[in-house]
């Protein structure tokens, strides 16, 4: 049996493909292997007049097949379940494609392989050198493929072939009102939103003097052909260069189109594990989020664009060193650590000497680890500048076989090029056009609009904040340094949200920053070297933090982090949400621009909540429970993806790998919000109460009893607005209910809880129970009795006991001992006893105690009335 086939997601050119290959072989099946586009399963479905007799792949034994005809596709990876045939004895394989060469090509005895924008162009070049006849509907249908795959013979991809071809097939009798009225299938209003939000969304960057649109979008559902709307937005914007990233459900979909022969948008797509053209390509991915995709895609085309030959271009930085003081295991540790094969070795900042892994290695299997690394680095190298060619590049690292070559500017190492990156080099420059050196721009992200809040800020803050963020970026000025607002102050700040907890981050060095600013202004400075933070403190007490903006690393999943110097933007990144990743300039001349890296304003505005990479729960699992935290306060959604990353992190149980005084930290924060419950009924849909402590399931009995502590701490504040009760604590003991004495005391001591919240979990566990079971025991509950039952306890375990009764008579009693009896005094004291005769002594307590009861039913409302009562129902001795 013969069977053509081709990619899956079929577009017109496969299919048009396929019925030339049909003419071809006449006695050979029709099978595609995967979808089809939505616009081509439209077109099947509603167009009989072009049916074609296609097989679905469950009806094909594969076992019968003798040949398989590819059309369109020479990629194995694309081809479904045919691949397991390529290669099979017995099994003849045709390839008729206009794709490039690809490592994963499919091999055949016959090859059919030509740069021409259409693989229908191939073969109808193959049925009028045949003399094979077309018909009209059959014309109408191969115009269809040459017209989508040219952008209608517009694409630069299209050659003089592909005109030729539709010539004949327009002289076959292809009817281009057909073929214009299927191409340009009205939009759905899904597809017209969604145009709408890509191009909301689009940002130019210049990558090394080519400008390039990435335009983003999300949907939580799949939105067909979003091909033909990326080609709609590239001729509405006039655009040559333009990836188009839509997350879509858990995973996103990549649509790219160029103009430019120096841009080969196929190989951007390669590395996400897609393809196409130079023109035109297309990849979909999983578990990554739209930032890192992006970074992707700007990194790639940074490799791929390469307009200058300098050693500037290939150097990576910031430079990763090793000192003199290191020893060879230390070397061994950061070079495992960084993933990386050679470091420069740096005596007082000036690069001394290079060791390399192979001699790491060596000198740890002879025993060396404990020696320096200045016993055994090679000191005979050769550094470059920045300017230098690359033909210097490459006399180094291949004449002198230099593994690694420090980049010296002004004396300082300011980058390395490894042989890697030289190689890698080498290898992209082969079928890359370069533009002319007028072109030549570093490669740098911009963002398309500068956003300026500084009317903003002077609206919601206060004189004296702003005037300190303005002092701030003076003084950064002054020293020579980058100075920036970061953080949840600046998103509540864009969201109009009331918060003065400002965080300022410094490109350059913290301490020295709150030491200059504290000469010019009043204030104090806490330092913190080893983190390179400070605390402003001010002398009514007002407080900021200062941080050098740094990078973290983490050893292991849920340890402390391990912090490195770095940019504003590797700070950034570090962070948990996007949302809180917002940053406000702060030097004079820019003050009060917005930076936001990674789509922070774009998910506030959607008020949509996501993680900034795939491994961030893994790094710190104590940033599920503020996930759910911030949720609920500012009324987001998580993302799909990120719920997705909370289930996976909860199977590994992550978050009982925190310690746990981290972990009660987030829960004192969840227990404190305005609405807790829900929180925590959120942890119970991601099944996260196990993780805190196995009893605490959150199950709908213990979600209940939390529901029935918030309305009692409700109720008690309106009641009693002086009082002063610890909400949290309250709620804290419901959460513990379900432990036992001993657990509940041992997992408080754990969590790291303060001694006075320790004592009321023991109170409440220890005491509650009695004095529940004695007001309920008791024949006669008088108001006095009450009285002498719940004084001694804490508020915050009285209405934690008043949560959990079952009995309405528990209820009651706590609410008349907060309502009657908890503030009832004596009014006589002491000194009146004594005033009076009567002798300090037991008798006092008894004096008071009878006189409080007596108040209780109302019989004693003044101090006479006390005085006289006492007078009457006590002798003095």
Same mark, same amino acid.
Request: charged residues 25%; contains cysteine.
């Given at each position: 049996?013969?069977?053509?086939?081709?990619?899956?997601?079929?577009?017109?050119?496969?299919? $048009?493909?396929?019925?030339?290959?049909? =003419?071809?072989?006449?006695?050979?099946?029709?099978?595609?292997?995967?979808?089809?586009?939505?616009?081509?399963?439209?077109?099947?479905?509603?167009?009989?007049? +072009?049916?074609?007799?296609? =097989?679905?792949?469950?009806?094909?034994?594969?076992?019968?097949?003798?040949?398989?005809?590819?059309?369109?596709?020479?990629?194995?990876?694309?081809?479904?379940?045919?691949?397991?045939?390529?290669?099979?004895?017995?099994?003849?394989?045709?390839?008729?494609?206009?794709?490039?060469?690809?490592?994963?090509?499919?091999?055949?005895?016959?090859?059919?392989?030509?740069? %021409?924008?259409?693989?229908?162009?191939?073969?109808?070049?193959?049925? /009028?050198?045949?003399?094979?006849?077309?018909?009209?509907?059959?014309?109408?249908?191969?115009?269809?493929?040459?017209?989508?795959?040219?952008?209608?013979?517009?694409?630069?991809?299209?050659?003089?072939?592909?005109? *030729? #071809?539709?010539?004949?097939?327009?002289?076959?009798?292809?009817?281009?009102?057909?073929?214009?009225?299927?191409?340009?299938?009205?939009?759905?209003?899904?597809?017209?939103?969604?145009?709408?939000?890509?191009?909301?969304?689009?940002?130019?960057?210049?990558?090394?003097?080519?400008? &390039?649109? @990435?335009?983003?979008?999300?949907?939580?559902? +799949?939105?067909?052909?979003?091909?033909?709307?990326?080609?709609?937005?590239?001729?509405?914007?006039?655009?040559?260069?333009?990836?188009?990233?839509?997350?879509?459900?858990?995973?996103?979909?990549?649509?790219?189109?160029?103009?430019?022969?120096?841009?080969?948008?196929?190989?951007?797509?390669?590395?996400?594990?897609?393809?196409?053209?130079?023109?035109?390509?297309?990849?979909?991915?999983?578990?990554?989020?739209?930032?890192? @995709?992006?970074?992707?895609?700007?990194? &790639?085309?940074?490799?791929?664009?390469?307009?200058?030959?300098?050693?500037?271009?290939?150097?990576?930085?910031? %430079?990763?060193?090793?000192?003199?003081?290191?020893?060879?295991?230390?070397?061994?540790?950061?070079?495992?650590?960084?993933?990386?094969?050679?470091?420069?070795?740096?005596?007082?900042?000036?690069?001394?000497?290079?060791?390399?892994?192979?001699?790491?290695?060596?000198?740890?299997?002879?025993?060396?680890?404990?020696?320096? %690394? !200045?016993?055994?680095?090679?000191?005979?190298?050769?550094?470059?500048?920045?300017?230098?060619?690359?033909?210097?590049?490459?006399?180094?690292? @291949?004449?002198?076989?230099?593994?690694?070559?420090?980049?010296?500017?002004?004396?300082? &190492?300011?980058?390395?090029?490894?042989?890697?990156?030289?190689?890698?080099?080498?290898?992209?420059?082969?079928?890359?056009?370069?533009?002319?050196?007028?072109?030549?721009?570093?490669?740098?992200?911009?963002?398309?609009?500068?956003?300026?809040?500084?009317?903003?800020?002077?609206?919601?803050?206060?004189?004296?904040?702003?005037?300190?963020?303005?002092?701030?970026?003076?003084? #950064?000025?002054?020293?020579?340094?980058?100075?920036?607002?970061?953080?949840?102050? &600046?998103?509540?700040?864009?969201?109009?949200?009331?918060?003065?907890?400002?965080? @300022?981050?410094?490109?350059?060095?913290?301490? #020295?920053?709150?030491?200059?600013?504290?000469?010019?202004?009043?204030?104090?400075?806490?330092?913190?070297?080893?983190?390179?933070?400070?605390?402003?403190?001010?002398?009514?007490? +007002? =407080?900021?933090?200062?941080?050098?903006?740094?990078?973290?690393?983490?050893?292991?999943?849920?340890?402390?982090?391990?912090?490195?110097?770095?940019?504003?933007?590797?700070?950034?990144?570090?962070?948990?949400?996007?949302?809180?990743?917002?940053?406000?300039?702060?030097?004079?001349?820019?003050?009060?621009?917005?930076?936001?890296?990674?789509?922070?304003?774009?998910?506030?505005?959607?008020?949509?909540?996501?993680?900034?990479?795939?491994?961030?729960?893994?790094?710190?699992?104590?940033?599920?429970?503020?996930?759910?935290?911030?949720?609920?306060?500012?009324?987001?959604?998580?993302?799909?993806?990120?719920?997705?990353?909370?289930?996976?992190?909860?199977?590994?149980?992550?978050?009982?790998?925190?310690? /746990?005084?981290?972990?009660?930290?987030?829960?004192?924060?969840? *227990?404190?919000?305005?609405?807790?419950?829900?929180?925590?009924?959120?942890?119970?849909?991601?099944?996260?109460?196990?993780?805190?402590?196995? =009893?605490?399931?959150?199950?709908?009995?213990?979600? $209940?009893?939390?529901?029935?502590?918030?309305?009692?701490?409700?109720?008690?504040?309106?009641?009693?607005?002086?009082?002063?009760?610890?909400?949290?604590?309250?709620?804290?003991?419901?959460?513990?209910?379900?432990?036992?004495? !001993?657990?509940?005391?041992?997992?408080?001591?754990?969590?790291?809880?303060?001694?006075?919240?320790?004592?009321?979990?023991?109170?409440?566990?220890?005491?509650?129970?009695?004095?529940?079971?004695?007001?309920?025991?008791?024949? %006669?509950?008088?108001?006095?009795?009450?009285?002498?039952?719940?004084?001694? *306890?804490?508020?915050?375990?009285?209405?934690?006991?008043?949560?959990?009764? /079952?009995?309405?008579?528990?209820?009651?009693?706590?609410?008349?001992?907060?309502?009657?009896?908890?503030?009832?005094?004596?009014?006589?004291?002491?000194?009146?006893?004594?005033?009076?005769?009567?002798?300090?002594?037991?008798?006092?307590?008894?004096?008071?105690?009878?006189?409080?009861?007596?108040?209780?039913?109302?019989?004693?409302?003044?101090?006479?009335?006390?005085?006289?009562?006492?007078?009457?129902?006590?002798?003095?001795?």
């Amino acid at each position: 049996m013969e069977v053509i086939t081709t990619h899956i997601n079929a577009d017109f050119d496969t299919i $048009a493909s396929m019925m030339a290959a049909r =003419k071809l072989y006449p006695d050979a099946v029709l099978v595609l292997p995967g979808s089809k586009e939505e616009t081509v399963k439209g077109f099947l479905l509603q167009s009989a007049l +072009y049916s074609l007799e296609m =097989k679905k792949l469950r009806e094909i034994d594969l076992d019968k097949v003798t040949r398989l005809i590819f059309v369109d596709i020479r990629n194995a990876s694309r081809i479904g379940p045919f691949r397991d045939l390529i290669g099979k004895p017995g099994v003849d394989v045709h390839v008729y494609d206009h794709h490039p060469e690809e490592d994963a090509d499919i091999r055949g005895s016959l090859e059919v392989i030509k740069k %021409v924008g259409s693989t229908t162009t191939i073969l109808v070049e193959i049925l /009028k050198e045949k003399n094979i006849p077309i018909t009209p509907d059959e014309a109408t249908v191969m115009m269809l493929g040459i017209y989508e795959d040219t952008g209608s013979l517009s694409f630069p991809s299209t050659t003089v072939e592909d005109y *030729l #071809a539709a010539a004949h097939l327009r002289a076959c009798g292809a009817n281009l009102g057909s073929v214009s009225d299927i191409l340009a299938k009205d939009f759905t209003a899904e597809q017209i939103s969604l145009l709408y939000d890509l191009i909301q969304a689009s940002k130019a960057y210049t990558v090394h003097g080519v400008e &390039v649109i @990435i335009a983003e979008a999300r949907r939580e559902e +799949y939105v067909g052909d979003l091909a033909v709307l990326v080609h709609k937005l590239r001729d509405m914007e006039a655009v040559s260069v333009l990836f188009a990233i839509c997350q879509m459900g858990d995973r996103a979909v990549l649509v790219a189109r160029s103009r430019k022969p120096e841009v080969d948008v196929g190989a951007v797509m390669r590395e996400f594990g897609g393809g196409g053209h130079h023109y035109a390509a297309s990849a979909t991915v999983k578990d990554a989020t739209i930032f890192q @995709i992006r970074e992707k895609i700007l990194n &790639v085309l940074a490799e791929k664009v390469i307009p200058r030959r300098t050693a500037a271009d290939l150097m990576a930085s910031p %430079v990763r060193h090793a000192t003199v003081e290191n020893t060879m295991t230390d070397i061994h540790y950061l070079l495992t650590r960084y993933n990386i094969n050679a470091v420069p070795v740096f005596k007082n900042s000036e690069a001394v000497g290079i060791i390399t892994r192979q001699v790491v290695e060596k000198a740890l299997f002879h025993g060396l680890g404990n020696e320096s %690394v !200045e016993d055994y680095m090679n000191t005979d190298f050769d550094t470059i500048g920045p300017g230098e060619g690359i033909e210097r590049v490459q006399e180094i690292i @291949i004449g002198k076989n230099q593994r690694l070559i420090p980049v010296v500017s002004d004396g300082q &190492v300011t980058g390395v090029i490894t042989r890697t990156a030289f190689l890698r080099f080498l290898h992209d420059v082969r079928d890359v056009v370069h533009p002319g050196p007028e072109e030549d721009i570093p490669a740098e992200g911009i963002l398309t609009r500068r956003k300026v809040i500084h009317n903003l800020m002077r609206e919601l803050l206060p004189d004296r904040v702003f005037n300190l963020l303005a002092a701030a970026g003076e003084v #950064a000025e002054r020293i020579g340094m980058k100075a920036y607002v970061v953080g949840g102050f &600046v998103r509540d700040l864009v969201m109009r949200n009331h918060n003065l907890d400002v965080d @300022i981050v410094l490109e350059g060095d913290g301490i #020295a920053f709150s030491e200059a600013f504290s000469q010019e202004y009043p204030c104090r400075v806490r330092p913190h070297h080893k983190f390179g933070t400070a605390v402003l403190v001010f002398p009514d007490g +007002y =407080k900021v933090d200062v941080a050098t903006a740094r990078v973290e690393y983490y050893q292991e999943p849920a340890a402390l982090p391990t912090v490195e110097y770095s940019s504003l933007k590797l700070d950034l990144y570090r962070r948990d949400f996007t949302i809180n990743t917002l940053a406000v300039r702060l030097n004079p001349g820019v003050f009060g621009e917005l930076i936001d890296f990674f789509g922070a304003q774009r998910d506030i505005k959607e008020r949509v909540l996501r993680i900034l990479h795939s491994l961030s729960f893994v790094e710190d699992p104590s940033r599920i429970l503020r996930a759910t935290r911030f949720e609920r306060r500012f009324g987001f959604a998580i993302g799909r993806h990120t719920q997705n990353l909370i289930r996976n992190a909860v199977r590994l149980d992550l978050i009982g790998r925190l310690p /746990k005084p981290r972990l009660f930290n987030e829960l004192e924060l969840i *227990l404190m919000e305005e609405e807790p419950v829900g929180i925590l009924k959120r942890l119970a849909d991601f099944h996260i109460g196990p993780s805190l402590h196995p =009893k605490i399931t959150l199950d709908k009995a213990q979600i $209940a009893l939390l529901e029935e502590t918030s309305e009692i701490l409700v109720w008690f504040s309106l009641l009693f607005l002086e009082e002063k009760v610890e909400r949290w604590a309250v709620l804290f003991l419901s959460l513990l209910n379900p432990l036992s004495p !001993e657990e509940a005391k041992k997992f408080s001591s754990a969590l790291g809880v303060g001694r006075r919240v320790r004592d009321w979990v023991r109170i409440a566990k220890d005491d509650a129970a009695d004095i529940t079971s004695r007001l309920l025991s008791a024949r %006669v509950v008088s108001r006095k009795f009450i009285y002498d039952c719940l004084s001694p *306890l804490p508020n915050e375990v009285i209405l934690y006991l008043m949560a959990k009764a /079952k009995s309405n008579d528990i209820k009651r009693y706590i609410s008349l001992f907060f309502t009657q009896l908890k503030y009832v005094r004596p009014v006589i004291s002491g000194k009146d006893l004594k005033d009076l005769g009567y002798p300090p002594g037991p008798l006092f307590k008894q004096i008071l105690d009878e006189v409080l009861e007596r108040k209780f039913v109302g019989e004693l409302r003044t101090k006479a009335d006390e005085m006289s009562f006492v007078l009457t129902h006590f002798l003095k001795p």
